[in-house]
Structure formats: C-alpha cells, structure tokens
C-alpha cells in the first residue's frame, strides 16, 4: 500500500489505474480505523480493481465545543490495519493542502433538507462540512463507486443527495452497521467511554430493538418513543433525540411501510449515535 500526502501525487496514481482501466473505490474516513471502517474496505475490494481510503479529520465538520483537538490520530496503526485488509492507496492530506485558503474562505457545498433535525439540528454546520470534503474528495479520486457506513444513516443520506442533485457519475454503497458482541455500534468515539460507561452503552441498542419491535407490531409511535426516552434516562443517557422517520428521512405518514428509528443520546461527554430499520404494520 502506497501512503500519498500531496495532491499532484494521488492523481498521478490514480491516472495510472485509469489508464489500465480499472474500477476505482473509494472509502473515505477520519481514521483511528475499527472493524466497522475495514468492512467498508472489504466492500470495496470486492466491486472495484484499486481501492483507495482517505484519512483526513476534517476541521469544517466539527463545531465550536466539540472535540476535533482531542479526536484521536493513529496513522501507523490505521496504515497498518489498511494494508492487511487489502487497500492499494492511502491518501493522508494535512488540513493547508486541504484547504490552502483557510476554512473560512473555503467554498462549501450545502445540501437542503435532509440535513434538517437530527444531528443537522444538535451540530449546525456540521453537514455542510461533510459534503464539502466528500464533494472535493469525490472531484480529486474521481471514483467510480464510495463507500460509506449505514452507522451514520443522515451523512448517507446526504452524501446520496449530494451526489444526486451534483451529477456525480459515482455509485454510492451503503455498508451495514458493525457491532461489537453486546450490540454496541462500533465508533471511534466509543474510546472515550469509560469502563462503567462502555459497560452501559448498548442499551441504546437494546431500547432501539424494543421500540422496533413494539412499532413493527402497531404500537402508537409517539408513546413508544416517549418510553423509550425515559428508558435511555433512566439508563443514564441525556438523549439528543430519538424518532421515528420514513427510510428516506421523511416523515412518517399513514402509507409509510418502510422506515428507520435513529437515537443520539449522550452518556458522560461522549456522543453515540445508531439506527435501525424496520417496516410498518399496514
């Protein structure tokens, strides 16, 4: 696996893989890489010839009070991982080649809509951030297909929006969510818990597959959902939210049969996020 730092350097790799017509992959990520991250890479190894992955933690989606100075950087081992599961490229920008003017003067993409509420409504700007580094990375890979993990549902709608209204020629694969024996979404940010905390985290799981349960056999959304945020309290989590949407983000309306249950609950600092899908009783 070759580790790329400078811009005229990825294209000149990738020129060489289009050259030879081969199918370009690319997961993109900010590093300190779980399990969850290397089933992405498997996902594109096995639809494309060369696989690349990014690592770039990417200031323009963290908002003021949050945790980008602490967010953990492990490139050795991270290479490491990466190379074992088969990727041919490492593109590991710093943030001036990223953004050479500075974040403020930097162009921005904005997607409407499906970034309104959930985590677009607790991290305002945070989306935005998002599909601007996806938006540049798509335009410096040039990829024929991305991967992106179902772990963080709304970023995958978005970047499926983005790429919709934006023409990219990309095809976008969905992994599903990776999760350790007891439930818990894998995340990098479940570093920060604390042994009492991680021993507590997957009820969050847990109450999603109640409330999934209890919804796809025709409980009333709103009480389940009201029960389930006291369960999360009660847990010890100080929920951000907890709703019932159509699969497309949507809301849920009486014809609706397809759709997802997303939670973001807070226990200690340490910000989890999940999701699940489920179909509605006709």
């Known amino acids: 696996m070759r580790t790329l730092r400078e811009i005229p350097a990825l294209r000149e790799a990738l020129g060489d893989a289009r050259r030879r017509g081969d199918r370009i992959a690319l997961v993109p990520t900010m590093g300190n890489l779980h399990d969850g991250h290397l089933a992405l890479v498997a996902a594109a190894r096995e639809r494309a010839e060369v696989v690349i992955a990014t690592i770039f933690v990417n200031p323009l989606q963290f908002g003021a009070g949050e945790d980008l100075d602490a967010y953990p950087r492990t490139l050795e081992d991270d290479q490491a991982r990466l190379e074992a599961a088969g990727c041919d490229l490492l593109f590991a920008p710093d943030t001036a080649t990223v953004y050479p003017r500075g974040l403020e003067a930097q162009t921005r993409i904005v997607v409407p809509e499906v970034t309104e509420g959930l985590c677009g409504a607790s991290r305002p700007g945070h989306f935005d951030g998002v599909s601007t580094v996806v938006g540049m ?23 499926r929006r983005m790429v919709a209204d934006l023409h990219f020629p990309i095809e976008i694969v969905g992994v599903p969510i990776v999760r350790a024996e007891d439930g818990l979404a894998l995340s990098s940010r479940n570093g920060y818990l604390s042994p009492e905390q991680r021993a507590t985290a997957p009820e969050l799981h847990r109450t999603l597959c109640a409330l999934r349960d209890a919804l796809a056999g025709g409980a009333e959304v709103a009480p389940t959902l009201e029960e389930g945020l006291a369960r999360l309290r009660q847990a010890g989590f100080t929920p951000d939210y907890l709703e019932l949407r159509a699969a497309d983000l949507g809301p849920v309306t009486a014809t609706t049969r397809e759709a997802v249950l997303l939670a973001a609950a807070r226990l200690g600092p340490t910000r989890l996020i999940d999701n699940l899908t489920l179909t509605l009783p006709r």
């Open 137 to 159: 990375l798509f335009n410096l890979v040039q990829p024929d297909l991305a991967c992106f993990g179902e772990k963080d549902y709304q970023q995958l709608a978005v970047i």
